[in-house]
T-cell receptor
Framework: DTEVTQTPKHLVMGMTNKKSLKCEQH?????MYWYKQKAKKPPELMFV???????INESVPSRFSPECPNSSLLNLHLHALQPEDSALYLC????????????FGNGTRLTVT | GEDVEQSLFLSVREGDSSVINCTYT??????LYWYKQEPGAGLQLLTY?????DMKQDQRLTVLLNKKDKHLSLRIADTQTGDSAIYFC????????????FGGGTRLMVKP
């Protein structure tokens, strides 16, 4: 069982919908991450939060909006997505120190219709 | 930037050893990781090695690091059908905090 919990497991949304992905960890980690993974590809970094502040945005389109309400929670708000945004969205967390391994959740499988 | 390469596919028989290889380009890579991904699941951290180590063993898993050749390998002893998955090598380096550069993944198929 993973110690990073993501909800929902699956999400189908239309291009005009607004939805949110949620991630929670209780390992005391102060760094949290969003990754996007397309089929048969490695994960691609989207955002990094360190001590609840956005530290890295990998040039992600504004239709993806991250939020870190507290040290245990990470959200990804979705609006006006495109079919090519369909993917597995993975949340991860780590200690803030350099080299600390990332622990991943099981992801949310997103389908945009 | 860092580039991490892996072979695409490996097939072994149950009970044999599996060796999954990875090469990286940035000699300042400080931590190297192996993750396992089963179908429909997230990435499971298997093991990791610091760049000042040559080898790390953890039960059936052995990681070997050749810094001169920038080559990392993961050996799985007594491979089981439950080991069938995609294995990702990843590297991070000093000036990138915990940002990972992933290889493309190696699909391991274990035949009974």
């Amino acid at each position: 069982d993973t110690e990073v919990t993501q909800t929902p497991k699956h999400l189908v949304m239309g291009m005009t919908n607004k939805k949110s992905l949620k991630c929670e960890q209780h390992m005391g980690h102060r760094a949290m991450y969003w990754y996007k993974q397309k089929a048969k590809k490695p994960p691609e970094l989207m955002f990094v939060y360190s001590y609840e502040k956005l530290s890295i945005n990998e040039s992600v389109p504004s239709r993806f909006s991250p939020e870190c309400p507290n040290s245990s929670l990470l959200n990804l708000h979705l609006h006006a997505l495109q079919p090519e945004d369909s993917a597995l969205y993975l949340c991860a967390s780590s200690s803030a120190g350099g080299g600390s391994p990332l622990h991943f959740g099981n992801g949310t499988r997103l389908t945009v219709t | 930037g860092e580039d991490v390469e892996q072979s695409l596919f490996l097939s072994v028989r149950e009970g044999d050893s599996s060796v999954i290889n990875c090469t990286y380009t940035d000699s300042s890579s400080t931590y190297l990781y192996w993750y396992k991904q089963e179908p429909g699941a997230g990435l499971q951290l298997l093991t990791y090695i610091f760049s000042n180590m040559d080898m790390k063993q953890d039960q059936r898993l052995t990681v070997l690091l050749n810094k001169k050749d920038k080559h990392l390998s993961l050996r799985i002893a007594d491979t089981q059908t439950g080991d069938s998955a995609i294995y990702f090598c990843a590297a991070t380096y000093n000036n990138a905090g915990n940002m990972l550069t992933f290889g493309g993944g190696t699909r391991l198929m274990v035949k009974p």
